[in-house]
Nanobody, 114 residues
Framework: VQLQASGGGLAQPGGSLRLSCAASGTILSIYDMGWYRQAPGKQRELVAAIARGYSTNYADSVKGRFTISRDNAKNTMYLQMNSLKPEDTAVYYC?????????WGQGTQVTVSS
């Protein structure tokens, strides 16, 4: 099973990025999914999660700015990030959590700077 995260890069404050997490070797529809991030010197934190039933929850710091979604037909999860702030700078990881398994993507760097 592999999760491939992509879409990170450099954005200006107020800009947007869209992250993707594509799965291979499994079917994403059986997992609860999430995006986490880890900034230098900080612990990894949950940014947004989407359950198998499509319910979502967000960290307070990103509510109203980020949107998590999933396309089970494409075996892919997304994170639309708008109104980016410098404090959003981090490595973003995708996660798939099943009843017996937990998988992580390799991480994609997001840098917000002018």
């Amino acid at each position: 099973v592999q999760l491939q995260a992509s879409g990170g890069g450099l954005a200006q404050p107020g800009g947007s990025l869209r992250l993707s997490c594509a799965a291979s070797g499994t079917i994403l529809s059986i997992y609860d999914m999430g995006w986490y991030r880890q900034a230098p010197g900080k612990q990894r934190e949950l940014v947004a999660a989407i359950a198998r039933g499509y319910s979502t929850n967000y960290a307070d710091s990103v509510k109203g700015r980020f949107t998590i979604s999933r396309d089970n037909a494409k075996n892919t999860m997304y994170l639309q990030m708008n109104s980016l702030k410098p404090e959003d700078t981090a490595v973003y990881y995708c996660n798939a959590e099943g009843t017996f398994n937990n998988y992580w993507g390799q991480g994609t760097q997001v840098t917000v700077s002018s």
